[in-house]
């Protein structure tokens, strides 16, 4: 007699990423909730498209308008609003923008945007006007970008943005990386993700194989904004780039009515920490058209992290921090 074992096969990431919810009313119905209750613009979803996939979503709880989770993904009304010192490009980095798909903005690190694709479209994004198209890296730009890297020998970190860079498959990601290492003064590869908390799947064996061979010392920066984000699949994500030699840090943007509470950000570095991630920077929101209604002011800000601190030992507290255009570094919110 034959038996025949059963067995789950856990579904790829790009299947989930394909699968990924694109549209309001769809969003609506798998979490429940009426449009009569929740405010939603279906011009914000034109201007800047929905995107949830199913692992994040699954997490959002069915019948909350104030989820966390939800918020951060619901195109509303308030994205239609226009404010004064808000822009498309409020990092200005289009002028530090010397080949396509390459941004220098500071000594010694490179941002490379691998990709213009996210797997979450996360309505807060500074990045939610970038004109992805003029920066695709095709291979007459990857030549460009690999020749720059080669004369300017100041450069010995990498770092990989999008968009999200890991939405770039296995292979060509492997390929990029072996030629990155075959410049000498490059010593590190960093890769900004939230595809690791968002679709957990996308940490791969081959992707933690083309790490953990690699010779350059590489971080991995998450993005969760809350504890909520944080399953036991993204917890084997983590597990996983941990077990690849990466280091894994977590940056967060402090959002208002998402985690600016002390106990949100408390919760969410203990969090982290189980899996042996710890907390870089807790970012303010950068003005971006669209994004105003997540503000918090600079004194709230000051006020929560000074608070904090007084909760949680120094390595659990996040650096409050801004970027300003044209600072040769990320600047530090001053605490009491
Ligand atoms: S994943 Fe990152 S780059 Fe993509 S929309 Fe969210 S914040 Fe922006």
Same mark, same amino acid.
């Given at each position: ?8 096969? =856990? ?114 994004? $500074?990045?939610?006007? $970038? ?49 990155? =290492?075959?410049?000498? *003064?490059?010593?590190? #590869?960093?890769?900004?993700?939230? #595809? ?13 194989? @083309? ?6 010392? @590489? ?14 699949? /993204? ?37 982290? $920490?189980?899996?042996?991630? !710890?907390?870089?920077?807790? $970012?303010?929101?950068?003005?971006? *058209? ?5 503000? /918090? ?7 929560? /992290?000074? @608070? ?14 801004? =970027? ?8 530090? !919110?001053? !605490?009491?």
């Amino acid at each position: 007699m034959n038996h025949i074992t059963p067995f789950f096969v =856990e579904t790829d990431w790009q299947t989930l990423l394909r699968q990924s919810i694109c549209n309001i009313d769809e969003l609506l119905n798998e979490v429940k909730l009426d449009s009569s209750i929740l405010p939603v613009s279906a011009q914000a979803a034109t201007d800047f498209a929905i995107r949830v996939p199913t692992p994040y979503l699954n997490r959002i709880e069915k019948g909350n308008p104030n989820d966390p989770l939800l918020l951060q993904v619901l195109p509303q009304p308030a994205e239609m609003e226009r404010y004064p010192g808000y822009s498309n490009d409020p990092l200005e980095e289009l002028d530090t923008n010397p080949a396509p798909g390459l941004i220098h903005k500071y000594k010694g690190r490179v941002l490379l945007i691998l990709s213009g694709a996210c797997a979450i479209n996360c309505r807060y994004c $500074f990045r939610r006007h $970038f004109p992805y198209q003029e920066n695709q890296l095709g291979s007459q730009q990857w030549q460009q970008v690999l020749q720059y890297l080669k004369n300017d020998q100041s450069i010995t970190e990498v770092i990989f943005s999008g968009g999200d860079p890991l939405a770039t498959p296995d292979k060509r990601l492997n390929n990029m990386i072996r030629d990155i =290492e075959a410049i000498a *003064h490059i010593q590190r #590869l960093r890769i900004h993700s939230r #595809l690791p908390v968002v679709i957990p799947q996308r940490v791969t064996d081959e992707l933690c194989h @083309t790490l953990a061979s690699s010779r350059l010392q @590489t971080v991995c920066v998450l993005h969760v904004n809350h504890a909520n984000e944080v399953d036991t699949q /993204v917890a084997k994500s983590i597990a996983k780039l941990q077990a690849a030699k990466v280091t894994v840090l977590n940056q967060s943007v402090l959002l208002k009515g998402i985690n600016d509470s002390v106990d949100c950000l408390k919760n969410l570095s203990e969090k982290l $920490f189980t899996y042996g991630v !710890l907390p870089y920077y807790l $970012f303010v929101l950068d003005p971006v *058209h669209g994004a105003a209604h997540f503000d /918090v002011s600079d004194n709230d800000a000051i006020a929560l /992290v000074n @608070t904090l601190q007084t909760e949680l030992p120094g390595y659990l507290v996040p650096r409050l921090a801004r =970027e300003i255009p044209g600072r040769p570094s990320k600047t530090l !919110l001053s !605490l009491t």
